[in-house]
């Protein structure tokens, strides 16, 4: 039950694109096709962003996209935004568990 | 409305128990999966538990034997149980729940209780 690993912190430029990176295993995040993200603000409960890869919920911007290939997840920010400034954590269904990245720090300079 | 409300957080002797609680509104605890999350003070968020609407249930190791989930369908209510608590289980505590069409996402999520074990 290893964390998935996740880039610490990224950074963009408002109206820049960013990528924050997932990477796990065969028996989590290459297994399933049941990754998801989240944005969690400062003193705030946790936001779903993306579920199944790539779908999104009613009321998440399309700037929000998601990907997989092999054991890496992607989650990009395109067009960002100040209010895209945040904390994104990546998760993955792994059969009898589930598991989360350690969480990236999006700071838009 | 769409909600749940954790309650049953607080302060804790290592070795100590709590037991947490999360009332749902909108929705019924016993229709999908629920889960507990926490987050340790300024660290990421952990997948601790799941209990499936058959009532199968699942734990992260660190908690395994520990730790027991439950809920009362009558009370629309998910339960945590925590045993043997260990400063490390500091945390605030979450629960969450996928709604609607997303079956496999934490859409729903209370705001949190904090545990925190010290003497």
């Known amino acids: 039950q290893s964390a998935l690993t996740q880039p610490r912190s990224v950074s963009g430029s408002p109206g820049q694109s960013v990528t924050i990176s997932c990477t796990g295993t065969?028996?989590?995040?290459?297994?399933?096709?049941?990754v998801s993200w989240y944005q969690q603000h400062p003193g705030k409960a946790p936001k779903l962003m993306i579920y199944?890869?790539?779908k999104r919920p009613s009321g998440v911007p399309d700037r929000f996209s998601g990907s997989k290939s092999g054991n890496t997840a992607s989650l990009t920010i395109s067009g960002l935004q100040a209010e895209d400034e945040a904390d994104y954590y990546c998760?993955?269904?792994?059969?009898?568990?589930?598991?989360f990245g350690g969480g990236t720090k999006l700071t838009v300079l | 409305e769409v909600q749940l409300v954790e309650s049953g957080g607080g302060l804790v002797q290592p070795g100590g128990s709590l037991r947490l609680s999360c009332a749902a509104s909108?929705?019924?605890?016993?229709?999908?999966?629920m889960s507990w999350v926490r987050q340790a003070p300024g660290k990421g968020l952990e997948w601790v538990s799941v209990?499936?609407?058959?009532?199968?249930?699942y734990y992260a190791d660190s908690v395994k034997g520990r730790f027991t989930i439950s809920r009362h369908n009558s009370k629309n209510t998910l339960y945590l149980q925590m045993n043997s608590l260990r400063a490390e289980d500091t945390a605030v505590y979450y629960c969450?729940?996928?709604?609607?069409?997303?079956?496999?996402?934490?859409?729903?999520w209370g705001q949190g209780t904090l545990v925190t074990v010290s003497s």
């Open positions: 209990i499936y609407s058959g009532g199968s249930t």
């Open positions: 909108g929705f019924t605890v016993s229709s999908n999966y």
């Open positions: 969450a729940s996928p709604w609607g069409d997303i079956l496999t996402g934490y859409y729903i």
């Open positions: 199944d890869v790539s």
């Open positions: 998760c993955s269904y792994a059969g009898s568990y589930t598991v």
């Open positions: 065969s028996s989590d995040v290459g297994g399933y096709n049941y």
